[in-house]
C-alpha cells in the first residue's frame, strides 16, 4: 500500500498546530520587555478597535480652602475624570513554502519558519510598545544639555540622570512597582551600550550581588537608587534619517535627484509630505504630496531652489552634527517609570500570535498544481498608550563608543 507523504505531512502539521503556536510565542517572548510592564486592557469581541483608560482627577489640597468655619457647611467639591484612548492595529507576515522544499523536510521547514515569525513579529510588537512609551513629553537631557540636537557620544548616562529621575517621578507621585516578594521600585529599560557605561560605576548593584532572595524580571541586569534596571536590545535610539547628497547641479528647480541609493530610513522620511531638510547649510520643506520617487531617486521640494552638486542633504533629528561632514551622533533613550505609567490593549485577550498554515493545494484553483503552500503568523490586535505622562521619564543621552 503507498503513502500520500505530502498529504500526511500537510494533516500531520494542521494536528500539530498548537505545538507550532507555542514556539512561535515563545520565541516572540523573548523581545517582550516593554510590554510586560504595562497595565494590560482587552476590549471585549465585536465592541470595536478603540478602548478608554479613565482615572480620577486629583482634587487641589488648600490649607484655606479646607479650613472649616465652625458651624458652616463648606460647598461640595465636584468629581472629575481623565481619559485616553486607544486604537488596536493587526500585524502579520507569512512564507510560501513550495513542494520541492516540502519533500526534504516540511516539519522541520514550519518548526523553522514559526521560530523566524515569532522573533520577527516579537521585535514588531516590541517597537510599537516601545515608540509608544518614548512618546511622551517628560524628557530629560544628558548632563547639561537641553536638547537632543546637541547631545554627542561623550554626554553618557550617569547615576546623576537616574537620580534626577527617580526625583522627577516621585515629585509626580508616581506608583512604584510592588511586586510580592520585592522592595517598592521603578523600572528602567535600557540599552546594552547604556548599562555598560553605568555599570563602571561603583554603586552600581549587580543582580547576581543581591543581599538577599528575590524574584527577578527576566532581563533584569541590576538596580541603582531604588531603580531595576531591564536591557532590551530594542530601546529605542534615535538615529539621523537623512544623510545623502545632490547628485547634479540644478537651478530654480523644485526637484533634485540624490547621489546614493537611499537606505530604507531616507526612502521613509524623503516619502514624508511637508517634512522638513537640510541642504547644505539652508532648510528646506518636502513638497505636501509626492515628495519622493524611490525608483528615480528624485526628492521634489514645495519651492524652487538652486543646488550645488555633491551639497549635502540631512536631517537634524538626532544627536550633534559634525561640522563638516553633517552626520549626527546616535541619541539613546532609557525610560525610567512607575506602575500603570502606560497600557497596553489587545481585543479579547486575543494580542498573543497565532499560527496559520495553508496546505499544499489549498488555495484551489489559484495553486492547481498544490506547489504553494504557506506558513504565517498574526497578531489579531495591538497597540500601546502612555497613561500618566509625569510617571514615565525618557532619558536621552549619548554612550561610549
Known amino acids: ?18 505545538f507550532y503556536d507555542r514556539q512561535l510565542l515563545e520565541s516572540a517572548k523573548t523581545r517582550f520587555v516593554h510590554q510586560k510592564f504595562g497595565q494590560h486592557r482587552s476590549i471585549p469581541k465585536n465592541n470595536g478597535k478603540r478602548v478608554e483608560f479613565r482615572r480620577w482627577d486629583l482634587f487641589d489640597p488648600s490649607v484655606d480652602g479646607n479650613t472649616l468655619t465652625e458651624g458652616v457647611t463648606p460647598e461640595g467639591q465636584n468629581l472629575s475624570q481623565s481619559s485616553v484612548e486607544a486604537e488596536v492595529s493587526q500585524y502579520g507576515a507569512y512564507v510560501e513554502v513550495s513542494d520541492m522544499l516540502d519533500l526534504t523536510g516540511y516539519d522541520k521547514v514550519i518548526a523553522d519558519t514559526a521560530e523566524l515569525l515569532g522573533e520577527q513579529l516579537g521585535t514588531v510588537i516590541e517597537w510599537v510598545t516601545r515608540d509608544a512609551m518614548c512618546g511622551g513629553s517628560n524628557v530629560q537631557y544628558a548632563g547639561t544639555n537641553a536638547s537632543r540636537s546637541t547631545i554627542v557620544s561623550a554626554d553618557k548616562l550617569t547615576v546623576n540622570d537616574i537620580r534626577k529621575a527617580v526625583r522627577s517621578l516621585k ?11 520585592r522592595k517598592p521600585h521603578f523600572v528602567c529599560i535600557c540599552s546594552p551600550e547604556a548599562t555598560y557605561d553605568l555599570q563602571s560605576d561603583t554603586l552600581w548593584q549587580d543582580v547576581s550581588k543581591y543581599s538577599n532572595a528575590e524574584q527577578i524580571y527576566s532581563g533584569e541586569i541590576g538596580r541603582l537608587f531604588g531603580v531595576v534596571f531591564v536591557e532590551s536590545t530594542e530601546a529605542k535610539i534615535y538615529r539621523q534619517s537623512v544623510h545623502n547628497a545632490v547628485s547634479a547641479q540644478t537651478t530654480s528647480s523644485t526637484t533634485f535627484v540624490l547621489k546614493n541609493a537611499p537606505t530604507e530610513a531616507e526612502a521613509e522620511y524623503l516619502s514624508t509630505p511637508s517634512a522638513k531638510l537640510m541642504i547644505g547649510t539652508t532648510e ?32 537634524t533629528d538626532a544627536g550633534a552634527l559634525d561640522d563638516t561632514t553633517k552626520e549626527a551622533a546616535e541619541v539613546h533613550a532609557t525610560l525610567v517609570f512607575g506602575k500603570d505609567a502606560y497600557g497596553v490593549v489587545d481585543v479579547n485577550g486575543r494580542g498573543a500570535m497565532q499560527t496559520i498554515i495553508k496546505p499544499h493545494g489549498s488555495a484551489g484553483s489559484s495553486d492547481p498544481l498544490n506547489q504553494r503552500a504557506t506558513v504565517g503568523a498574526k497578531v489579531m490586535a495591538y497597540t500601546a498608550v502612555i497613561l500618566n505622562d509625569p510617571w514615565i521619564v525618557r532619558i536621552e543621552h549619548g554612550v561610549s563608543k
Do not use: H, Q, W
Request: net charge positive.
Open 1 to 18: 500500500m503507498s503513502i500520500n507523504t505530502t498529504a500526511t505531512t500537510a494533516s500531520t502539521t494542521l494536528l500539530n498546530k498548537s
Open 171 to 181: 515629585k509626580a507621585k508616581a506608583r512604584p512597582f510592588c511586586e510580592e516578594g
Open 284 to 315: 528646506y520643506t518636502l513638497a505636501a504630496s509626492n515628495p519622493f520617487n524611490a525608483a528615480t531617486r528624485t526628492v521634489t521640494l514645495s519651492a524652487a531652489a538652486s543646488l550645488s552638486a555633491d551639497a549635502i542633504v540631512y536631517t
